[in-house]
């Protein structure tokens, strides 16, 4: 299994609360994803990253922010979380855009 | 833009029957195509991909799919349904820099 790790793996927060989650990987790839899963909408790409301070946004990148300092670290900020932000976030890493994609195991987020 | 849809949200099949599910992409270039399959509680994990080449793909578990540029699909099938499929799959396609899942299909296996 890829060396992928999210942390925390469970929150609970209120609305109005900055939240930051963070993906760790081991693997020195090159791209960093972070999604959102809920149910009958898939998978949804909120921010990704292509390099060391390299970031771009997805298809659901209002109200996240992104940073990666690091090769290793990629890290999802809510500045002002929000119920509509309830989900279970993932992080992927890959060695390129069309290459497989290997999957952290998911935090799962509730905003009250 | 690249897109997959997937046709059926749920799908059930008997133990022991043949499990088809179905993709169907949109690409102005050649694609890349994964399958990946998702148990309760984790992440994503690759079933199989398409990149060039053969057009029947075999993959994990005793998966396969076939992509057809015709039909514009790669649907995934497997001979005889175990309780152990029972999971959510998602159709995907590889672009520059990224990845776009199809909204996931559920088998639901009935013994």
């Known amino acids: 299994d890829a060396g992928i790790t999210q942390s925390p793996r469970h929150k609970v927060t209120e609305t109005g609360t900055p939240v ?5 990987q081991t693997e020195n790839h090159r791209y960093m994803y972070w999604y959102r899963q809920d149910p009958g909408h898939g998978l949804r790409l ?19 922010s992104v940073s990666r300092s690091k090769t290793e670290d990629f890290l999802l900020t809510l500045e002002s979380a929000t119920s ?3 989900s279970v976030y993932f992080c992927a890493i890959s060695s390129g855009g ?6 952290g195991p998911g935090t799962r987020l509730l905003v009250l | 833009a690249q897109s997959v849809t997937q046709l059926g949200s749920h799908v059930s099949v008997s133990e022991g029957a043949l499990v088809l599910l179905r993709c169907n992409y949109s690409s102005s270039v ?26 029947l793909v075999k993959g994990i578990n005793g998966f396969e799919a076939e992509f ?14 175990h309780m ?5 799959y998602f159709c995907a396609i590889g672009g520059y820099q990224k990845v776009t899942f199809g909204t996931g299909t559920k088998l639901q296996v009935i013994p």
């Open chain 2, 84 to 88: 152990s499929d029972a999971a959510e």
């Open chain 1, 20 to 24: 930051t989650l963070r993906c760790h």
């Open chain 1, 84 to 86: 509509s932000q309830t």
């Open chain 1, 46 to 64: 909120i921010h990704y990253s292509y390099g060391v301070k390299d970031t771009d946004k997805g298809e659901v990148s209002d109200g996240y």
């Open chain 2, 68 to 81: 057809k540029k015709s039909e514009t699909s790669f649907h995934l099938t497997k001979p005889s349904a």
């Open chain 1, 98 to 103: 069309q290459e497989t994609q290997y999957f």
């Open chain 2, 30 to 55: 050649p694609p890349y195509l994964f399958w990946y399959v998702q148990y309760p509680n984790q992440g994503l994990q690759l079933l199989l991909k398409y990149t060039t080449g053969a057009t």
